[in-house]
C-alpha cells in the first residue's frame, strides 16, 4: 500500500519536469502498477497501422545490411540504436563507414544504444551525460556532418528518473522501449498490433526472424515507419557543424 503511494508521488513529482515535448496520450503510456517511469515509450498510436522495426547493439554491421536493404525493399524504414563506440573511426573496417553514411541518408534513423553498452543506472551523473551524447560526437564525425540523434533505447532496457533527467539535459526526445521481443517469427506476429515498437538485434537469429516477419508485416497493411514518424516527430534536420563533444560537455555538466 505504501509502496503504491509512494509510487503514485513520485510520478506526480516527475511529471512536470520530464522531456519537454508532449507525447499524445495514445502513445506507451499505459502506466502500470511496477512502472514508475510513464515517459518511456514503449509504443504509438494504436489507432493507425503502422509499426517501428528497431534493431539494437549493432556488433555485426552485417545484419544491420541486410536488415535495412530487406525492410527498404518493402517501402519501409528501420530505426539502428548501435552502440557508439562501435562507429569510432578506428573500428570501422573497409564499406562500414559507407553503410552508416547510406543509411543515414535514407528515410531510415539511427538513434543511439549508449557509447558502451553499460547498465546506465549504475553510472555516476557524469558518465550517464557522457556516454549517452558521446555517440553524437562520434556520429557525426562518421558522417561528416551534424544528424541529430534524437532517441536512445537504454541497454538492458534500464533507466530511472535520474538517467531521464540527464538526457533532458543533452537534448534527447525520449527513452524508447519496445512492446514486441521476440525472434521466434509466430511469437512476433501473434504481438504485433498497430503502434508496435518491435525489438530486434543485428544478429544471426534475428536477421532469420526478420525474413519472415518483414513480408508478413507488409502483406498485413502495416507501414513500417522509423521511431520519429512513429511519434510524429517533426523531420531530422540535419546541419553541416559537426557535434564536438569537448566544445559542448561543460554546458551539459553545468545545466
Ligand atoms: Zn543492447
Not at 505504501?2 to 499505459?30: H, N, Q, T, Y
Not at 540504436?81 to 569510432?88: H, I, Q, T
Not at 538526457?167 to 504485433?192: F, P, R
Amino acid at each position: 500500500m505504501f509502496k503504491r503511494i509512494f509510487l503514485c508521488l513520485l510520478c506526480l513529482c516527475l511529471l512536470p519536469s520530464c522531456f519537454a515535448e508532449a507525447v499524445p496520450e495514445s502513445m506507451g503510456l499505459d502506466w502500470q502498477e511496477n512502472d514508475p517511469w510513464p515517459h518511456a515509450i514503449r509504443n504509438g498510436s494504436r489507432d493507425e497501422r503502422r509499426v517501428a522495426v528497431t534493431m539494437d547493439d549493432c556488433y555485426e554491421f552485417e545484419y544491420v545490411q541486410k536488415a535495412w536493404e530487406l525492410i527498404t525493399s518493402y517501402g519501409g524504414s528501420i530505426t539502428f540504436y548501435p552502440v557508439g563506440e562501435l562507429l569510432k573511426e578506428e573500428k570501422l573496417k573497409g564499406g562500414d563507414k559507407e553503410l552508416w553514411q547510406a543509411i543515414a541518408a535514407s528515410s531510415s534513423e539511427i538513434g543511439t544504444h549508449t557509447h558502451h553498452h553499460n547498465r546506465m543506472t549504475k553510472e555516476t551523473q557524469f558518465n550517464q551525460i557522457l556516454y549517452s551524447k558521446y555517440p553524437q560526437h562520434v556520429l557525426d564525425h562518421l558522417l561528416g556532418y551534424h544528424y541529430p540523434i534524437r532517441t536512445l533505447r537504454p541497454p538492458f532496457g534500464s533507466h530511472d528518473a535520474v538517467f531521464q533527467k540527464q538526457l533532458e539535459k543533452v537534448g534527447y526526445h525520449h527513452v524508447i522501449l519496445w512492446d514486441v521481443d521476440s525472434t521466434d517469427a509466430d511469437e512476433v506476429k501473434k504481438n504485433v498490433q498497430n503502434g508496435s515498437i518491435i525489438l530486434f538485434h543485428a544478429r544471426k537469429a534475428d536477421w532469420n526472424c526478420l525474413q519472415k516477419v518483414i513480408p508478413w508485416l507488409a502483406e498485413q497493411g502495416y507501414e513500417m515507419v522509423t521511431i520519429s514518424e512513429l511519434l510524429n516527430l517533426p523531420p531530422l534536420e540535419p546541419v553541416d557543424e559537426l557535434f564536438d563533444w569537448s566544445v559542448r560537455k561543460t554546458e551539459y555538466l553545468n545545466k
